[in-house]
């Protein structure tokens, strides 16, 4: 199983790609998309959308999971990032992948052991799953979603994707 891992963000979109074999989590890639802060916001979706789908062409997943938008306190934000985060479901969708969507609590106690943990934790924790990977932290948490997959998706997958508000 090879799974293609998203942080969506309008300035900063993270990506990882991670191979799953039995219980073993093998490093694939991992990466940052920029944007333009004074670009136009349609310039800045479309270039995350074909950033993504020229990785997800390279790579090759066979599966596809982003992380769930938390709520944000400025309204301005949340609608930014919620465009961002659709327009990176779309990218996998398109190439006929199911998108499966976890809340960041789950990825981070997924990865990390606590649901609430730092930025600086999920990098750590990334260090010693994937062993010489240095990644940012948008990548890195990219990476810790594509992982939380790998532990929850299976049992998404047998309940016939009720749960994972996938798409195809």
Avoid at 11 to 26: E, F, K, Y
Avoid at 52 to 66: E, N, S, V, Y
Avoid at 135 to 143: E, F, K, N, V
Avoid at 149 to 159: C, D, N, P, S, V
Wanted: aromatic share 4%.
């Amino acid at each position: 199983m090879r799974i293609f891992g998203i942080d969506p963000g309008l300035q900063r979109t993270g990506w990882g790609v991670v191979d799953v074999t039995g219980n073993r989590l093998t490093h694939i890639s991992h990466g940052v998309i920029q944007t333009n802060a004074k670009a136009e916001t349609a310039e800045r979706l479309t270039h995350i959308f074909e950033e993504l789908m020229k990785m997800i062409t390279l790579w090759q997943p066979t599966h596809a999971a982003i992380e769930e938008t938390f709520v944000n306190k400025n309204p301005a934000s949340a609608l930014k990032l919620g465009l961002a985060r659709g327009v990176a479901m779309m990218a996998p969708a398109k190439a006929g992948l199911r998108v499966a969507e976890y809340p960041a609590n789950l990825v981070k106690k997924s990865v990390v052991g606590a649901g609430h943990a730092e930025k600086e934790q999920v990098q750590a924790m990334i260090r010693v799953l994937l062993p010489g990977i240095e990644a940012s932290h948008d990548a890195a948490d990219a990476l810790a979603v594509a992982i939380c997959h790998a532990h929850h998706g299976a049992t998404r997958e047998k309940l016939g994707g009720i749960m994972s508000g996938g798409v195809r």
